[in-house]
């Protein structure tokens, strides 16, 4: 009888543990995708530690930064021509720009 009442609890709880194993294995599908930024023409956004833009009619993608470092948190200037990022290229966390295009 304890044998039947354990098995109804333990069998349950392993189920339980493996749905949270492969659960959070597919969200990690999308971890190198992040920051979005939108401008009136763009969408900048980091991937893979780089900063990436997209024009928004043609869908071209160009990558703006190829470097070890880690790129991040871009956001587009005032005017839609700059975007600024985040690096730790130089040791230390600095703030860099490039022109959209």
């Known amino acids: 009888m304890k044998t039947r009442i354990k098995n109804r609890i333990l069998f349950p709880l392993i189920a339980l543990c493996l ?3 492969v659960t959070s294995a597919f969200s990690q599908g999308t971890r190198l995708l992040r920051q979005p930024a939108l401008s009136s023409t763009h969408i900048a956004f980091a991937y893979g530690g780089d900063i990436w833009v997209s ?8 990558r703006l930064t190829s ?3 880690v790129e991040s948190n871009p956001q ?3 005017d839609g021509k700059w975007i600024a990022f985040n690096s730790n290229r130089s040791g230390n966390q600095s703030v860099y720009i490039v022109p959209v295009e």
């Open 76 to 78: 587009f200037s005032p």
């Open 55 to 62: 024009d928004l009619e043609n869908q071209k993608v160009l």
């Open 19 to 21: 749905l949270l194993t």
């Open 67 to 69: 470097t070890p470092a």
